[in-house]
């Protein structure tokens, strides 16, 4: 073959095979198309349950949408206009009906609710799922305590279609915390057929298959690749979805994700760049949704128990010469919402997260240096989390810069994503930054992680005081009887207290970012910020 | 024959058995705790040390490596904490996807490289030879990522010629009745040629970037193999006997240069086997080389060490393969020696 024919013919071939052909075929394919959501994102599942060992958050996503709970919450207007979960208004999904009394609440079960295998929710289900909940360890039990849910014992069948939940104390997140993802119902007769010996709770058939009574089942799932789910035409939990089929694919590369949302091929997709979700927002040509994180707030740590951080001086140095509003420009492009440079005459609301008084003033905090004993600044280090880097080093580089120019010399210390708890959980990090955001969306909930005495893996900076303590289980207390203006007072009394000792220094609230086609609708935002297909719709 | 084989495969077995030991010590001596990553974010201590528990990971490093060996004789490979899989199954259903691209950007490589090769060859500093080694040159400078992304955004985002890089099939297809796990392969078993066109639509640009990469050092030793061989004795003289060039060159020479060439290429293959993980990450391919990759960011021991084991015992394969190969090529060659 001579070379001019054999070049012609290989491009020849490749053209032939690249040119024909459209993504859709058929008619029937066509058509499946229109009914089908085409979710992408950078990661997926690697267990279907929540309940599993190590359940990562793709995973939580499938569990919220295939699983249903007692109850949920109603929805409102939440800011900028998105459909957002109504913290304290609940409604029934797999109960017809909640009835609260002074130590107990009683659920009676929707008669015509199904398994995904056509076999009756009964009270024997809800109780074993809950059951399963407190005792499996691990993150599941962690957030069933979080609502003072820990024993079987408080699980208790009345009759068939009726349970009656036991409080183990007053706790005002009790019920909050039956309408988290964690206590889901699952089918007991079917899981406990699968299950040994060795996994009495069944959670290696769990892991691989859905056994609930959903809106949505999992057909097929390919892990780290996709996750095929059809919708279950009897679902009962609330009104019928309008999208029948969802496929999630796994699309490792941000700029691919992009390019896919803007040929149309994919519907959605929620874990872009900040850069790339403002310039999509620019060009018009997709519904972009930014909401800020509830309850959520990105940080810069200081350890109290390392010197010299442990002078309080020195912190308020370190959060005034912090370049936030640089930050919230060349980081994140706008997309947060700030978390200081209040009013100095603003009240302390009864909020959380609200903005600290701290702006970007370096002749003050060079001040606040001197008077702390380090007219010439120090040495240290600034540890972030690669997992998150897109965010975490230009910010890291913008406090390196900031604070040089006050004297205090860092090294930048990048941790892999694999270690970042680990490093975190050993409590010796000088300097940090990090993010924490719970689902209750309380501020007590938040204190009593990040601030309060007894030390637990999100109070990084070691922080403790006993007036802290007195002001966040005060809170506590007083919201557990309903005694408003204790709680006010309390409240008040720990955001003032967190500020002026700021062993934690709020940079902004981070928002989630969603990008969808603009036939897609129903977007809404819930406190675990994955998506909920339910209420899409694709027009 | 059959005893040489056999004998090659014994010597790979302490090969074998250091490589199992050295990927559990590494995997093990990273830093990282993969029971506080798995306990997820909003675990307590008490939380972390159930689930090391639950993974053995509490237990002397010692009694850890003969249950990892225990259970690698009964074919277990151990589960995969990130995908939730057994680790035996997913590289069982990843290694395909993995050579089904290798190979077919191989192919694409050497049936652009070696032609290139030869003619730069037998017409030293001829603009052929320029252009053999300009493209060469390019390919191999080209970070694969960065082909991947420029044939995406302009055949796709631009052009929108080729499928929406999502990976082996597009959405709506399913993948063919698996046979071989190669879809282009088990498409035409199955008679199902709309799937393998599909197939090979999402097939032609990551092969395209494999074969841009893998172009450098195959044109390469073909030219430099065919220039020591056509300057030899033998030869001239072919030539000098009233040969005609083109059985010189391809029956001659070419067979002649071909040992090199097919080493470069075993090494090519299993090098772009496992070092593919940029084109699988650009075009979300499920293969096992960003398997593996993820694996290691979330200190997940057991894929790793199974990728790795999977890995020595296909070069040992492969290099069997090889020296088979050569004896057809070159009867003179010895495999004893």
């Given at each position: 073959?001579?070379?001019?024919?054999?070049?012609?013919?290989?491009?020849?071939?490749?053209?032939?095979?690249?040119?024909?052909?459209?993504?859709?075929?058929?008619?029937?394919?066509?058509?499946?198309?229109?009914?089908?959501?085409?979710?992408?994102?950078?990661?997926?599942?690697?267990?279907?349950?929540?309940?599993?060992?190590?359940?990562?958050?793709?995973?939580?996503?499938?569990?919220?949408?295939?699983?249903?709970?007692?109850?949920?919450?109603?929805?409102?207007?939440?800011?900028?206009?998105?459909?957002?979960?109504?913290?304290?208004?609940?409604?029934?999904?797999?109960?017809?009906?909640?009835?609260?009394?002074?130590?107990?609440?009683?659920?009676?079960?929707?008669?015509?609710?199904?398994?995904?295998?056509?076999?009756?929710?009964?009270?024997?289900?809800?109780?074993?799922?809950?059951?399963?909940?407190?005792?499996?360890?691990?993150?599941?039990?962690?957030?069933?305590?979080?609502?003072?849910?820990?024993?079987?014992?408080?699980?208790?069948?009345?009759?068939?279609?009726?349970?009656?939940?036991?409080?183990?104390?007053?706790?005002?997140?009790?019920?909050?915390?039956?309408?988290?993802?964690?206590?889901?119902?699952?089918?007991?007769?079917?899981?406990?057929?699968?299950?040994?010996?060795?996994?009495?709770?069944?959670?290696?058939?769990?892991?691989?298959?859905?056994?609930?009574?959903?809106?949505?089942?999992?057909?097929?799932?390919?892990?780290?690749?996709?996750?095929?789910?059809?919708?279950?035409?009897?679902?009962?939990?609330?009104?019928?979805?309008?999208?029948?089929?969802?496929?999630?694919?796994?699309?490792?590369?941000?700029?691919?994700?992009?390019?896919?949302?803007?040929?149309?091929?994919?519907?959605?997709?929620?874990?872009?760049?900040?850069?790339?979700?403002?310039?999509?927002?620019?060009?018009?040509?997709?519904?972009?949704?930014?909401?800020?994180?509830?309850?959520?707030?990105?940080?810069?740590?200081?350890?109290?128990?390392?010197?010299?951080?442990?002078?309080?001086?020195?912190?308020?140095?370190?959060?005034?010469?912090?370049?936030?509003?640089?930050?919230?420009?060349?980081?994140?492009?706008?997309?947060?919402?700030?978390?200081?440079?209040?009013?100095?005459?603003?009240?302390?609301?009864?909020?959380?997260?609200?903005?600290?008084?701290?702006?970007?003033?370096?002749?003050?905090?060079?001040?606040?240096?001197?008077?702390?004993?380090?007219?010439?600044?120090?040495?240290?280090?600034?540890?972030?989390?690669?997992?998150?880097?897109?965010?975490?080093?230009?910010?890291?580089?913008?406090?390196?810069?900031?604070?040089?120019?006050?004297?205090?010399?860092?090294?930048?210390?990048?941790?892999?994503?694999?270690?970042?708890?680990?490093?975190?959980?050993?409590?010796?990090?000088?300097?940090?930054?990090?993010?924490?955001?719970?689902?209750?969306?309380?501020?007590?909930?938040?204190?009593?992680?990040?601030?309060?005495?007894?030390?637990?893996?999100?109070?990084?900076?070691?922080?403790?005081?006993?007036?802290?303590?007195?002001?966040?289980?005060?809170?506590?207390?007083?919201?557990?009887?309903?005694?408003?203006?204790?709680?006010?007072?309390?409240?008040?009394?720990?955001?003032?207290?967190?500020?002026?000792?700021?062993?934690?220094?709020?940079?902004?609230?981070?928002?989630?970012?969603?990008?969808?086609?603009?036939?897609?609708?129903?977007?809404?935002?819930?406190?675990?910020?994955?998506?909920?297909?339910?209420?899409?719709?694709?027009? | 024959?059959?005893?040489?084989?056999?004998?090659?495969?014994?010597?790979?077995?302490?090969?074998?058995?250091?490589?199992?030991?050295?990927?559990?010590?590494?995997?093990?001596?990273?830093?990282?705790?993969?029971?506080?990553?798995?306990?997820?974010?909003?675990?307590?201590?008490?939380?972390?040390?159930?689930?090391?528990?639950?993974?053995?990971?509490?237990?002397?490093?010692?009694?850890?490596?003969?249950?990892?060996?225990?259970?690698?004789?009964?074919?277990?490979?151990?589960?995969?904490?990130?995908?939730?899989?057994?680790?035996?199954?997913?590289?069982?259903?990843?290694l395909p996807a993995s050579a089904e691209l290798t190979l077919l950007g191989l192919v694409v490589s050497i049936v652009i490289a070696i032609p290139l090769g030869v003619l730069a060859a037998t017409r030293p500093g001829s603009w052929i030879d320029h252009l053999c080694r300009v493209t060469t040159t390019a390919g191999v400078s080209l970070p694969v990522f960065f082909t991947g992304l420029v044939l995406v955004y302009v055949f796709y985002f631009r052009l929108g010629w080729s499928p929406a890089p999502l990976g082996r099939l597009d959405v709506f297809y399913s993948a063919p009745p698996a046979v071989?796990?190669?879809?282009?392969?088990?498409?035409?078993?199955?008679?199902?040629?709309?799937?393998?066109?599909?197939?090979?639509?999402?097939?032609?640009?990551?092969?395209?970037?494999?074969?841009?990469?893998?172009?450098?050092?195959?044109?390469?030793?073909?030219?430099?193999?065919?220039?020591?061989?056509?300057?030899?004795?033998?030869?001239?003289?072919?030539?000098?006997?009233?040969?005609?060039?083109?059985?010189?060159?391809?029956?001659?020479?070419?067979?002649?240069?071909?040992?090199?060439?097919?080493?470069?290429?075993?090494?090519?293959?299993?090098?772009?086997?496992?070092?593919?993980?940029?084109?699988?990450?650009?075009?979300?391919?499920?293969?096992?080389?960003?398997?593996?990759?993820?694996?290691?960011i979330s200190s997940d021991f057991a894929p790793v060490q199974g990728f790795v084991l999977t890995m020595a015992v296909m070069y040992v394969l492969l290099n069997l393969l090889i020296d088979i190969l050569y004896g057809v090529i070159d009867p003179r060659v010895r495999l004893e020696g």
């Open positions: 073959m001579k070379r001019r024919d054999f070049l012609k013919s290989v491009t020849g071939v490749a053209a032939g095979a690249m040119v024909p052909a459209p993504a859709i075929w058929s008619a029937a394919k066509a058509q499946a198309r229109s009914e089908t959501l085409l979710i992408v994102s950078e990661s997926g599942p690697n267990n279907l349950d929540i309940h599993g060992v190590g359940t990562n958050v793709p995973g939580y996503e499938v569990s919220w949408n295939c699983y249903d709970r007692l109850i949920t919450h109603e929805m409102k207007t939440g800011p900028g206009g998105v459909a957002y979960y109504d913290r304290d208004k609940f409604k029934p999904e797999l109960a017809e009906d909640m009835k609260v009394g002074d130590m107990s609440v009683t659920f009676k079960l929707k008669k015509n609710a199904k398994f995904h295998d056509g076999a009756p929710v009964t009270a024997k289900d809800v109780k074993w799922s809950l059951d399963r909940a407190v005792s499996v360890g691990g993150f599941p039990t962690f957030q069933m305590g979080a609502g003072s849910l820990t024993k079987p014992e408080q699980f208790v069948v009345v009759d068939d279609s009726t349970v009656r939940i036991d409080f183990a104390k007053k706790d005002r997140l009790t019920i909050p915390d039956l309408a988290v993802i964690v206590p889901c119902v699952i089918n007991s007769e079917l899981v406990k057929k699968n299950a040994s010996e060795k996994d009495p709770w069944g959670l290696e058939y769990t892991k691989q298959q859905t056994a609930g009574s959903g809106a949505y089942k999992v057909t097929k799932w390919t892990a780290g690749t996709e996750v095929i789910m059809e919708r279950n035409d009897d679902w009962v939990g609330g009104p019928m979805p309008k999208v029948k089929r969802v496929i999630w694919r796994m699309v490792p590369q941000a700029g691919n994700r992009r390019a896919l949302l803007e040929r149309g091929d994919a519907d959605i997709s929620y874990d872009l760049p900040n850069k790339d979700f403002v310039e999509l927002k620019d060009s018009g040509k997709l519904n972009i949704v930014s909401v800020p994180y509830s309850n959520g707030v990105q940080y810069i740590g200081m350890n109290v128990k390392i010197p010299p951080f442990d002078n309080p001086k020195v912190r308020e140095a370190v959060a005034c010469a912090i370049p936030y509003q640089k930050i919230m420009d060349v980081v994140l492009f706008g997309l947060a919402k700030p978390m200081f440079g209040a009013a100095a005459n603003a009240p302390t609301e009864v909020a959380w997260p609200q903005p600290t008084k701290f702006v970007t003033n370096i002749e003050k905090a060079r001040a606040l240096l001197a008077e702390a004993g380090f007219p010439n600044g120090f040495e240290t280090t600034l540890s972030f989390d690669l997992g998150f880097a897109g965010v975490n080093e230009p910010l890291c580089i913008l406090v390196q810069e900031s604070l040089g120019q006050i004297g205090i010399k860092t090294t930048i210390n990048k941790i892999p994503g694999a270690n970042w708890r680990t490093e975190l959980n050993k409590k010796a990090l000088p300097l940090y930054t990090n993010v924490f955001s719970g689902w209750l969306d309380y501020p007590e909930y938040f204190f009593i992680w990040c601030y309060d005495g007894k030390n637990s893996i999100f109070n990084t900076m070691s922080y403790q005081s006993k007036e802290m303590d007195a002001f966040i289980h005060g809170a506590v207390d007083a919201a557990a009887i309903g005694d408003k203006a204790v709680y006010e007072k309390d409240v008040k009394g720990f955001v003032d207290l967190a500020f002026k000792d700021i062993p934690r220094i709020p940079l902004y609230q981070p928002y989630v970012n969603v990008a969808m086609q603009k036939n897609v609708s129903g977007y809404q935002y819930w406190f675990h910020r994955r998506l909920d297909y339910r209420a899409l719709v694709k027009a | 024959m059959l005893t040489m084989i056999g004998k090659r495969l014994m010597f790979a077995i302490p090969s074998l058995i250091g490589v199992v030991i050295v990927t559990f010590l590494l995997t093990r001596a990273r830093p990282g705790d993969p029971a506080a990553y798995f306990a997820g974010p909003a675990a307590t201590k008490e939380a972390v040390e159930q689930i090391r528990k639950k993974l053995g990971l509490d237990k002397p490093l010692i009694e850890q490596f003969f249950r990892y060996t225990a259970d690698l004789a009964r074919g277990d490979f151990g589960n995969s904490l990130t995908t939730g899989q057994p680790v035996a199954t997913e590289i069982k259903n990843r071989t796990g190669f879809y282009l392969i088990d498409a035409i078993i199955a008679r199902d040629f709309e799937t393998f066109r599909s197939a090979l639509s999402q097939l032609i640009l990551p092969a395209a970037t494999l074969a841009v990469f893998s172009l450098a050092p195959i044109a390469r030793m073909t030219r430099a193999s065919m220039l020591a061989v056509l300057s030899s004795d033998f030869v001239r003289t072919a030539r000098a006997s009233g040969l005609s060039p083109g059985t010189v060159i391809v029956t001659y020479a070419f067979r002649n240069a071909m040992l090199p060439v097919i080493t470069t290429l075993s090494m090519v293959f299993s090098f772009l086997l496992g070092a593919n993980v940029l084109v699988e990450k650009v075009f979300a391919w499920p293969g096992i080389g960003s398997y593996a990759v993820e694996a290691l």
